[in-house]
């Protein structure tokens, strides 16, 4: 008895702070993978409309997507409230609210990850959309139009904290060769200049790697072998490290969409075997999209008939379907979209959220502080 009681002393403690901090934390976006996105994926891939590995996760809130000004976001103000904690207008990334799109600088926004590399930690990105896309250049990039590819894209070479992003993997390669070339410069003299070299594959990044970019030509790449990829390279820095993996899931291209919301959860599953207790994994999306579910039965395919319907609207000329069980109309939507979340600090995702909140729950998990949060008196 007084042994058992000697033991649990001893025990409490370690297992209290194994549960208040995260040494890493992996952010998973499904990019426009709203409610109905989600359950449609899941009845494409199990017959049933909470199959998927995220749909079991155990801490879950709903997350409000608005903008600063906009009811319906885009892709860079979604992202940089998630990571910046801070709502901006569409189309900047990570510059505040007093951004003039296009047109004239704001504040710079501090991310998560640089947050992170401030601490010593590594950090990393995998995406399926482009390296330069709204949703990896908000946590490494700061400017007022996400059209501005070639500025954005060498931001990671000129980092504002620690040495930036150590690992990239995501495509793109063709289109921002040319706005490189265009802004007069290249990938090469990007690469020799940081002296890092930028792959064009998985396979050419080295087995004791601790840093790797790799630009591809195609987003059509296993996104589980290039997240696990990642989260091994990363593993290696003892202080821990920041990963996000991005998953475009937008349904104007319905089977596409939906078969990428199911590989997306089938890496979030593989993620969370190596992981460890020591990670917060958190699951959500920037933005939801507008494809609903209208009818059907259980256990019956979901999409039959769609691609007579997708025959029959390019002949139209119209951009929405309209299937027995599914209705598209080709646009982002303005819904609250779920955060689901795992591991040391997921307990504070819960209820109606917004979605800057998210950034302060992976801030806390990590034990850190946001530079202009109040010192504590008051
Ligand atoms: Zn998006």
Redesign the pocket.
Known sequence: MKKALILLMLVVPVLVSAQGRARNVVLVIA??GGLGTLTAASLHATGTSRGLFVQSLPHVGLSDTSTASQIVT??AA?MTAIVTGQKTHNGVISQAADTVKGQADGTALKTILEYAEQHGLSTGLVTNDSLYGA?PAALYAHANDRAQSAVIFRQAFAPRFGDGVDVMIGPGRAALTRSLAAAGTSLEALSSGAGRPIHGSLAEVPADARRAIVLLDSSAFDIQEAALAAQKILARNKKGYFLMVEGDTHTDNVRQGLDRMVALDKAVAALSKVIGRDTLLVFTA??SFDLALRAGRLGAPLLEGLEAEQARAEEEKRRNIRIPTIRMDNGHTGEPVMVAATGPGAERVRGYMRNTDIFGVMLQAFGWRADDAPSGRQ
């Open positions: 990019d426009a885009d892709s979604g949703t920037d933005h």
